[in-house]
């Protein structure tokens, strides 16, 4: 029988090893299924398609190389024949880039509904590519239906829950340069975008994970969402946020993206005279040297533009519980100075324990790399005070994407290269 985890259920198919009984943690090896499925940028949502009993696995695909519409970038859906084994399903899937799949059936006809979340667009840094959510229908022709798209965000996790506790199931969707974004389901196929009336509306991150659980157990769900955290070049609170301008600024139809950050109460462009002049030539004549170039305090005197296109700003670096209380409002709460070593990829809520892993290595050079923590467990974490924190066994360099529990008392983490680990917790 299959288990409701999809890495159980991909371990046990694929018959990948035997159940370790020494090591803390031992590594896998190269699975092409969990390659395939897991690379970078890229989600996978196990759910019953053809309602015959097993798990059934979709992929979305991703790569910076492809532009829309490419054929690389068309999704996949496995079908498991119950015995293990999955043969593609030959269905037009939508084609995403990146982001984030989600299933549940939000329509009640029985059949797993999904939200295909897509995280950027080829060449267009910072714009929201658009973002799905579909009907499953395996009697029609068509097995998928779009029924909502918007571009809601550049798309990096999504979890469905029923977060008003109304019987119909909800969406949080995360990623960068967007709010904790709340979408109320309304019955049937409509969802509304309820983010500021939940408090939400000035959540805006860096955020990598989202994960819903009762956390301070009072019967309300909550919201726990990793973030880039605090071991970072850039700092950003409410009053002063990371902002990024998007528009045509030397107008040859690509857009260009510009960054500026609060530096110790001056805020000024990410990018240096030199890597801004060599993207805008325009901006030569006017930055003449280093000394007028600090001048720039802003996207005007930068650039010369007053109307821009789209303006994106980020308020939070910090990973973060959102505490839902009696007013149907999400308060933020940071997570404890261990969670913000780091990013954070992933979470695993296991009754009073809060599972989590993180580092990321991929950002610009400019920026410099978030290694300083792989994961570690918070326990009896209640929205204010915690009983204790542990590093996971993990090499401190190890950048974990996804981390699940396989059993009673092991946990896999699968890392953005081939490696993964298995972790047994010990027994007391
Ligand atoms: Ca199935
Ligand atoms: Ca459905
Ligand atoms: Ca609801
Ligand atoms: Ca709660």
């Keep these: 029988m299959i288990t409701s985890s999809l890495f159980a259920d991909v371990i046990q198919s694929s018959q990948i ?13 190269n699975i092409s299924f969990i390659k395939d499925a897991f690379f970078e940028d890229v989600d996978a949502e196990a759910f019953d398609f053809d309602l015959d009993g097993d798990l059934d696995i979709y992929v979305s695909s991703g790569g910076n190389e492809y532009v829309d519409g490419d054929s690389s970038l068309m999704d996949r859906l496995y079908i498991n024949d119950g015995m293990g084994h999955f043969n593609k399903f030959p269905a037009n ?28 667009m080829p060449g267009g840094y910072g714009l929201s590519p658009i973002s799905v959510i579909v009907e499953s229908s395996p009697d ?26 109304d019987g119909i199931m909800d969406l949080v969707v995360v990623g960068d340069w967007m709010p904790v974004t709340i979408l109320i389901g309304q019955g049937g196929n409509q969802f509304l975008n309820e983010t500021s009336s939940f408090g939400l509306g000035q959540s805006s991150g860096f955020w990598n994970s989202v994960e819903i659980a009762d956390i ?11 973030n880039s955290g605090e071991n970072h070049k850039w700092r950003a ?4 946020p990371i902002e990024i301008y998007l528009d045509d600024f030397d107008d040859n139809s690509s ?42 305090k802003n996207i005007v005197s930068l650039t010369g533009r007053k109307q821009i296109f789209e303006t994106k700003k980020v308020f939070e670096m910090r990973s973060m519980a959102f505490i839902q209380n009696e007013a149907k409002k999400f308060t933020p ?78 946990f896999i983490v699968v890392g953005n290269s081939n490696e993964s680990y298995l972790l047994k917790t010990k027994s007391k």
């Design 17 to 29: 090893f035997s159940q370790n009984t020494n090591g803390v943690f031992t590594p896998i090896q």
């Design 93 to 120: 899937l939508p084609s995403t880039n990146g982001g984030s799949i989600s299933s549940s059936d939000f329509n009640n006809d029985g059949y797993s509904d999904l939200f295909i979340g897509s995280r950027s």
């Design 140 to 165: 029609s022709n068509s097995y998928f239906k779009v029924v909502a798209q918007a571009p809601i965000g550049m798309v990096t996790d999504s979890q469905f829950a029923d977060l008003n506790d």
């Design 216 to 226: 301070d157990n009072d019967g309300k769900l909550d919201i726990l969402a990793g």
């Design 237 to 240: 609170a409410t009053k002063t």
């Design 255 to 296: 857009v260009d993206p510009i960054i500026f950050y609060d530096f110790f109460g001056t805020h000024v462009p990410f990018a240096s005279r030199d890597k801004l002049v060599h993207s805008l030539p325009y901006l030569k004549k006017k930055f003449i040297n280093f000394k007028d170039f600090t001048l720039a």
């Design 333 to 410: 709460v940071p997570l404890p100075k261990e969670l913000q070593y780091s990013t954070i990829e992933d979470f695993y809520v296991d009754e009073n324990k809060i599972y989590y892993i993180g580092n990321y290595s991929g950002y610009v050079s400019e920026l410099g790399s978030s290694l300083s923590n792989a994961g570690g467990v918070l326990e009896g974490f209640d929205g204010h005070d915690y009983i204790s924190h542990h590093f996971l066994p993990l090499p401190i360099n190890f950048e974990g994407r996804h981390i699940d529990k396989v059993n009673n008392d092991t």
